[in-house]
């Protein structure tokens, strides 16, 4: 094939420059342009590759614990994959690894597995080069797991083990007479994992909350408490008495049993929270259960209140001769 091509004159000095410099002819020279301008191309390509591959981002996350953070970036990590427009069969291996892992790192933060078997998961899905971060955190836990103290519950650095059984947790830290305290926030505890346990089995400044049964278990210094908190929303709220006076019948009853109220209203949604302290010898167990009857108690004594006042109000109207009628059923 022959290609003709005019030059300007001094592009055409350059290259006849060049020419002599390198010793070759013009097909050769042109050539070697071309296999540099590819290989250039290549090497842009492989690290745009790279980089779409990588899944330290999804990683660290896993590594520090938090479930929420890491299954967001699998799912932004996943949606990048299946828009690429780059044609290679490691994207979508790739894919397909990180709908693994986020079936694996979902099941953990549903309380199905434990922590550490979601890294053990994890671990056996990955690639070696991927493996370091979570083969890492599983080391650091053996070792925490062989140096921690003979209790049921104690304390990691930036988690909590019970019976064996690692769990990252929020930590806060703030000083205090005596120097640095620190307390251990830790989501999503199986009730059957510290039924049995009690308060006192609980090192001071840690907090559990309870899977599924929105109630939190904590030890202080200087006490040992349940909290649980009911929602109710005005809008899906029923007559015959409005939200504001059911949630006055509750709280009533609460106070009148010696219990700490606290009640949050934000856009309609109304949190009832009731905090119960205990005897440190109560077992964890015993207290949610007792803490979900007492809030049940308090609903109970609010729903005979309403039934009073739907009675109290077909009396008046039969009085009056009205007949009452729902007109939104």
Partial sequence: ???????PDDLYDELMSRLVEEGVEPSEYVRRLIEEDMEVWRESREEEIEDLLDLSGALIPLYEGDL?????????????????????????????????LLEIVRACARGSITYEECLKACANVLTSEDRRFVLAKLEELRRKK????????SLATDGVLIKGVYF????????????????????????????????????????????DEFVEVSRT?????AWKEAYFYRKYWLPPISLDDYVSAMVAYLERMGHSVYVDVDDGHYSVQVTVEFDPETS????VE?????????????DELTKKVDEAVDRIFAEAGIERRRWGD
């Fill in 290 to 302: 007792k803490i979900k009857d007492i809030v049940l108690e308090a609903e109970g004594f609010a």
């Fill in 146 to 153: 062989s140096s921690a103290p003979s209790g049921k519950v």
């Fill in 284 to 287: 964890i167990g015993e207290a």
């Fill in 168 to 211: 990252p947790a929020e930590v806060e830290e703030y000083e205090e007479e005596g120097g640095l305290k620190r307390e251990y926030f830790v989501q999503d505890v199986p009730l059957s994992l510290v039924y049995d346990l009690k308060f006192r089995d609980l090192p001071p400044g840690v907090t559990l909350m309870i899977a």
């Fill in 1 to 7: 094939m022959k290609l003709e091509v005019e030059l």
């Fill in 221 to 225: 210094e200087d006490s040992c408490y």
């Fill in 68 to 100: 929420g953070k890491c299954i967001r970036a699998l799912k932004s990590k996943l949606r990048e994959l299946e828009e690429s427009e780059l044609e290679d069969e490691r994207i979508a291996r790739r894919a397909e690894l990180v709908e693994e």
